[in-house]
């Protein structure tokens, strides 16, 4: 830790240098650095419901930043869409213009990818920082007045002190700045409506009296429509770590709930009716009791293994090994579908042409990052199967782009010549087909005229519902052999 430290989280405390004006202003501008899933919806939220504000979001990227400024948005999330093009052009701007969006604003938003390390020292287990570094060090050399920095990406514990310590690196005189944690804790698919009504905005500070008026500044912005009531404030160090321990303990709910669907399929219970049960008492609460193939998205193992990270290097062996298992178990799930369709399938996929339903890796987004449905695919090509993939929102070079990720070992011309993807036609997709296998909770794969879809496939035609999203006795009615995450189903 820092020696020079003077208060309680560890940021330097100079109260003579701050200019009293910089902090008691309106805030009338505001850049986010990094235009993604964070950024884009985050910002879009401000500017409609802070009219008063400018609001600046820059990237690296030209391609995505042109697409923010197109009619076609680069991100699908409900609702997204209206906002944007209801503020586009108005209070709301999209350009690579960093240090010029830099320089105009009161307060910076680093919303930038901090993906687990590939390379090096805590390689698959610490964030990548090189991201946030680079926006800090932009900062640090293109502000020529003083600004409050605002974490909105979820960074390691004491991430604040690293980047106040960058800032400083090209500081000018007379400039200041001051570091708050402001995690994000929307969840896609329903990020505007997430943003729109958080159940709790948090933000940590120096606790110092600058540190507090940085504090208030950006506790304006959110009353513009947020309650005062539910923004908590505290140290940078705890806001940090709330964000690593609110996304560990969702996801060990799913890993715990999954690992009780595994005694319901050898036992004979049914996980939906535990969950219903479990979710009743209303200490335990029936949210994120939802069984499934296994949670993905970029954030809930990334943001674990983070967690891990710190655990060990605070020499916490016990509690990383606690949330090493949550992992785990969600690895474990995710074969053990595979393994039940293997089984079902007499033992061998080669050549089986095999429906994947939902490539996203939750309904209502675009985004694939960390699908459980890519380990699926993954797992059924090596087992020789020919994939129809049916996702309505996922596009051809976006799932080449995740199933030739090195790390799956894919060959490209396996990938090439044994899958196809389909946006919405689900009886081709379905055309001759061995299997069909639910990987995401799409609501309109509920209502697809399953007796049809059993008239185009191969017989006997299996289906494998790993959301549990589906009328398994009417599938039944029609001849399917039906398997299902946590419950056995009778097939007489
Ligand atoms: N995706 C989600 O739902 C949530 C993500 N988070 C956290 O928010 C952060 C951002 O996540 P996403 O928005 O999903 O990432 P993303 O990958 O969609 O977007 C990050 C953007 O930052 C840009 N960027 C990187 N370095 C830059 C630089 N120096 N200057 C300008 N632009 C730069 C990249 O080009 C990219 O467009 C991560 O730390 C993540 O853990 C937190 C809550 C929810
Ligand atoms: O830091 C982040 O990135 C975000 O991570 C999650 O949001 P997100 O990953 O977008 O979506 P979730 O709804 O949490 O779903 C994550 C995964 O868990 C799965 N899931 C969710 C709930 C459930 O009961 N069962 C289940 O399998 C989903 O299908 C999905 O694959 C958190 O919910 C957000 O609060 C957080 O801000």
Redo the contacts with the bound molecule.
């Keep these: 830790m820092n020696q020079n430290t003077d208060n309680q989280n560890g940021l330097n405390n100079n109260s003579n240098s701050i200019r009293p004006e910089y902090l008691s202003k309106n805030i009338q501008n505001i850049c986010c650095i990094g235009a993604g899933y964070v950024g884009g919806p985050t910002c879009a939220v401000i500017a409609y419901k802070c009219p008063d504000i400018q609001v600046n979001v820059v990237d690296l990227s030209q391609e995505r930043i042109n697409a923010w400024n197109s009619d076609n948005i680069p991100i699908y999330e409900p609702g997204l869409s209206e906002i944007v093009m209801e503020r586009r052009g108005k209070n709301l701007h999209f350009s690579t213009k960093i240090d010029e969006c830099i320089e105009k604003a009161d307060i910076i938003f680093i919303s930038v990818n901090t993906p687990t390390k590939t390379y090096g020292v805590g390689l698959g287990r610490a964030p990548d920082l090189t991201y946030v570094e680079s926006a800090a060090r932009t900062i640090s050399k293109v502000a020529k007045t003083s600004k409050i920095i605002v974490e909105k990406s979820?960074v390691p514990v004491k991430a604040a002190e690293s980047i106040i310590n960058m800032l400083k690196s090209n500081q000018k005189p007379d400039v200041e700045f001051q570091v708050l944690s402001n995690p994000?804790?929307?969840?896609?698919?329903t990020a505007i409506s997430d943003l729109l009504n958080p159940d709790r905005i948090l933000i940590g500070g120096e606790d110092t009296d600058k540190g507090q008026w940085a504090i208030e500044q950006l506790s304006k912005v959110y009353q513009h429509w947020v309650d005062r009531s539910i923004i908590i404030t505290t140290n940078t160090w705890s806001s940090e770590l709330s964000k690593l321990a609110?996304?560990a303990m969702?996801a060990q709910?799913?890993s715990s709930?999954n690992s009780i669907s595994a005694i319901c399929e050898s036992s004979g219970a049914d996980i939906q009716h535990v969950s219903k049960a479990i979710g009743a008492d209303s200490r335990i609460g029936s949210?994120?009791?939802?069984?499934?193939v296994?949670?993905?998205?970029?954030?809930?193992q990334k943001?674990i293994n983070n967690l891990i990270y710190l655990c060990e290097n605070l020499n916490l062996k016990e509690v990383a090994d606690y949330w090493s298992q949550v992992i785990l178990i969600n690895d474990y799930q995710k074969k053990r579908f595979v393994n039940k369709i293997i089984k079902s399938l007499f033992n061998t996929c080669t050549n089986k042409k095999i429906a994947i339903f939902g490539f996203a890796?939750?309904k209502n987004t675009g985004d694939t990052r960390e699908?459980?449905s890519i380990h699926i695919c993954k797992y059924l090509l090596d087992e020789g199967a020919n994939l129809n993939i049916l996702d309505p929102k996922v596009d051809y070079d976006q799932m080449m782009f995740e199933l030739s990720n090195p790390q799956l070992n894919l060959p490209i011309d396996v990938i090439k010549n044994k899958v196809q993807l389909f946006s919405d036609d689900v009886i081709e997709a379905c055309r001759n087909s061995h299997a069909l296998v639910v990987c995401t909770?799409w609501d309109n794969f509920k209502s697809y005229d399953y007796e049809k879809i059993y008239e185009v496939m191969q017989k006997p035609a299996h289906i494998f519902d790993g959301r549990l999203i589906l009328d398994h006795e009417r599938l039944m009615s029609y001849g399917f052999h039906v398997e299902a995450i946590g419950k056995r189903l009778n097939h007489d």
């Design positions: 979820t994000e804790f929307l969840a896609e698919g609110a996304n969702l709910r799913i709930i949210k994120f009791l939802q069984a499934s296994g949670f993905g998205g970029s954030c809930f943001d890796f939750k699908s459980a909770e």
